[in-house]
């Protein structure tokens, strides 16, 4: 997950999976194209208030995608499901935060209990890092028992 300017997107990779578009309410024909060009594959969640007007009329605009006109009811379940129909892989299925990359992955639980993560390929070692134990060996999937409140950084080899 990364938060990028619309000036930013012809500089982007044309991987993203899933794009977020919170509060586009003006969606030009120029905006438009540079979204399609930059994200050919992407699937469009339109956050808010999206596309009433071209820069020229206020009406709404013909956008393809999924719409969450009251963001206040779209729920983390309602995200998750966006996520995996486009694709995007899910490291768990418990609703916390969760930071990865192809070499870590962090995460932070309020609570107490063990938690299961899904990594994207079989690794050889996992370690928790500010513990520096072992957590698992030659897997992609692995549990932690969290002591919460901590957060736990993963990295593997």
């Known amino acids: 997950c990364a938060m990028y300017d619309i000036s930013d997107i012809p500089h982007l990779p ?3 999976k899933l794009i977020i578009l919170p509060f586009w309410i003006e969606v030009t024909p120029e905006k438009l194209k540079q979204l399609e ?3 050919p594959d992407a699937r469009k969640l339109w956050y808010g208030p999206a596309g009433l007007t071209d ?3 206020w009406e709404k605009q013909p956008l ?3 719409f969450a006109h009251d963001f206040l009811d779209f729920t983390v379940e309602d995200l998750r499901r966006e996520a995996i129909s486009a694709g995007v892989h899910m490291f768990s299925d418990i609703n916390l935060p969760i930071w990865a990359t192809d070499h870590f992955l962090s995460c932070h639980s309020a609570e107490s209990g063990v938690k299961e993560f899904r990594l994207k390929k079989t690794v050889k070692r996992i370690v928790e890092r500010f513990s520096n134990k072992t957590i698992a060996v030659d897997t992609d999937i ?8 901590e957060t736990a950084l993963f990295v593997w080899e």
Do not use: H, L
Request: charged share 20%.
């Open 14 to 16: 044309k991987t993203f």
């Open 142 to 149: 692995f549990t932690y028992p969290f002591d919460g409140p």
């Open 64 to 66: 393809d995608g999924t």
């Open 37 to 39: 060009t930059a994200f």
């Open 55 to 57: 820069g020229i009329r």
